[in-house]
C-alpha cells in the first residue's frame, strides 16, 4: 500500500469518523457541570463594637476578630463540593461567588461605652471589603449588597439612651454613598434619614432584587410601589431588609406628640409610620398586627414576589411568612449573626451565613446554611452545610 494513497478501507473509516464527529455537538465533548447563573453570600448583623463572649478558647472576644474569622471561612468556598440535597448544583464544585448580601447592623448602637460607628464602619471596610478576596466565574471581584439595621439608623437619629457622640450618621452614609450612588455624595453634615432613605434595587439576570430601608412601612411601600411599575409581572422580585416580616413595635414612630424617644415608651422612631396599636411599644405584647396588614395587601396586589431575606433576630430559619391573618404565604429566610446570634451566641458551633444558589433557567434557588466554626479547637477546619431549602422562583 502506497503511503500517499489511503487504501478504500482507511477512506471510509476517515468518513464515518467525520460523520460521527459533525453529529456529535462539539460542547458534548468538554462540558463541564454547568454552575448556577447567580452565586450569593447572605449574612447580617456583624455588630462591630461588641466583643463575644466566647470564641474558639477565648472570651470577650471583638468583633473584627469574630468576623474576620467567618471571612476567612467565605473565601475558602470555592473548591468545596455542594451537598447531595436536590437542590441547585447538588453535589456540584462551588467555582466564583457574585455578590454578598449585608443584612445590616453593620456598627454596634453607640451606648456607652461602645464605639462610634465611624470605627466600627472602618472595621468593616478592612475586614469585609478588604478582606473578601472571591471573584465571580468571570472573575470579576465579588459585589457588596448592603442594607442598614436599626443599630445603623439610631446612631444617625439619636436614641433613648445616652450615646457617645450622641450622633454618628457613618454607616447610613457610606452605604448610602456605595449603594445608590449619587452624583455628588453625601456627606455626615447634610445627611438626613427622612429624606436619605437607601432604597434601591438591582435586576440580576432575570430577578429582580429590593434593597429597602428597615422594614416595608406605609412609607417604604411608596418607594417600592414606584420601583415595581417598571418591573414585568412576570418577573420575580426578592425583597431584602433588616427586619422581620412582623417587624418589631419598638422601631415605629411614637405616635404620641411630640413623638419623643424615651425608655418608658421604649419606641425608637426608625419608621416613617406612626405606631397603630398604642401608646407603647410594650401595649399588647407589642402587636403590628395593624402594620402586618398594609404589608399583606401589598404583596397581595404584587404576586410576583417570591422571597424575604433578612436579619435583626437572627438564627439560621427557612419558613413561611403567613401574615397576622394566615392569608399569604411568603417564604422567608432569616440569617445568623457572628455576634449576636440567638443560639449560636451561647453554642459558637451553630455560626452560620448562607449561601444563596439560583439557576435562571429553572428558576429554582437553594438557600444553604454555611456552619462555619463546628470545630472551634480547630480554625483550619472547613465549613459544613447543614440544612438547605429549594424555592421556585417561577411567576404563575
Not at 134 to 148: D, E, H, M, R, T
Not at 195 to 221: Q, V
Not at 314 to 330: H, I, K, M, R, S
Amino acid at each position: 500500500m502506497s503511503p500517499s494513497k489511503p487504501s478504500s478501507y482507511l477512506k471510509s473509516l476517515l468518513l464515518i469518523s467525520c460523520s460521527i464527529f459533525i453529529l456529535i455537538p462539539v460542547k458534548s465533548f468538554c462540558q463541564a457541570k454547568p454552575s448556577a447563573d447567580v452565586e450569593i453570600l447572605f449574612t447580617s448583623d456583624a455588630h462591630f463594637g461588641i466583643t463575644r463572649k466566647a470564641f474558639r478558647g477565648d472570651s470577650n472576644v471583638k468583633s473584627p476578630i469574630v468576623n474576620a474569622a467567618m471571612v476567612r471561612q467565605m473565601n475558602a468556598l470555592p473548591g468545596q463540593s455542594l451537598p447531595s440535597d436536590g437542590g441547585v448544583e447538588a453535589g456540584q464544585t462551588i467555582n466564583g461567588i457574585d455578590y454578598l448580601i449585608e443584612g445590616g447592623d453593620i456598627a454596634n448602637r453607640m451606648e456607652i461605652p461602645i464605639q462610634s460607628a465611624a470605627a466600627s464602619w472602618a472595621q468593616f471596610e478592612t475586614t469585609y471589603m478588604g478582606g473578601l478576596k472571591l471573584k465571580s466565574n468571570n472573575g470579576a471581584p465579588i459585589k457588596f449588597l448592603i442594607v442598614p439595621g436599626n443599630h445603623d439608623i439610631s446612631n444617625a437619629i439619636g436614641y433613648s439612651k445616652p450615646m457617645k457622640p450622641l450622633t454618628d450618621p457613618t454607616s447610613m452614609v457610606k452605604i448610602y454613598n456605595l449603594m445608590l450612588k449619587p452624583t455628588k455624595p453625601i456627606t455626615n453634615d447634610v445627611y438626613n434619614y427622612a429624606t436619605d432613605k437607601i432604597n434601591y434595587s438591582r435586576d440580576i439576570k432575570g430577578i429582580h432584587f429590593m434593597f429597602i430601608t428597615l422594614w416595608a412601612d406605609s412609607a417604604e411601600r411608596i418607594w417600592m410601589e414606584k420601583d415595581l411599575a417598571a418591573v414585568a409581572k412576570t418577573t420575580p422580585v426578592i425583597i431584602v431588609c433588616h427586619d422581620q416580616p412582623t417587624c418589631e413595635a419598638k422601631h415605629f414612630t411614637n405616635p404620641i406628640p411630640p413623638h419623643n424617644m424615651t425608655i418608658e415608651n421604649k419606641f425608637e422612631n426608625l419608621t416613617a409610620e406612626y405606631y397603630k396599636e398604642g401608646k407603647s411599644a410594650s401595649e399588647d405584647d407589642g402587636s403590628t398586627a395593624i402594620e402586618q396588614r398594609g404589608f399583606v395587601k401589598f404583596l397581595k396586589a404584587h404576586p410576583n414576589i417570591k422571597a424575604y431575606l433578612h436579619g435583626n433576630s437572627n438564627w439560621n430559619e427557612f419558613y413561611t411568612y403567613t401574615g397576622p391573618d394566615n392569608d399569604v404565604a411568603l417564604p422567608i429566610f432569616r440569617v445568623d449573626s457572628p455576634m449576636k446570634g440567638k443560639f449560636s451566641a451561647k453554642d459558637e458551633t451553630k455560626l452560620s451565613f448562607h449561601l444563596i444558589s439560583i439557576d435562571t433557567q429553572t428558576m429554582n434557588m437553594t438557600v444553604r446554611e454555611c456552619l462555619w466554626n463546628t470545630k472551634p479547637t480547630d480554625p483550619s477546619a472547613k465549613m459544613v452545610f447543614g440544612a438547605s431549602k429549594t424555592i421556585s422562583l417561577v411567576v404563575n
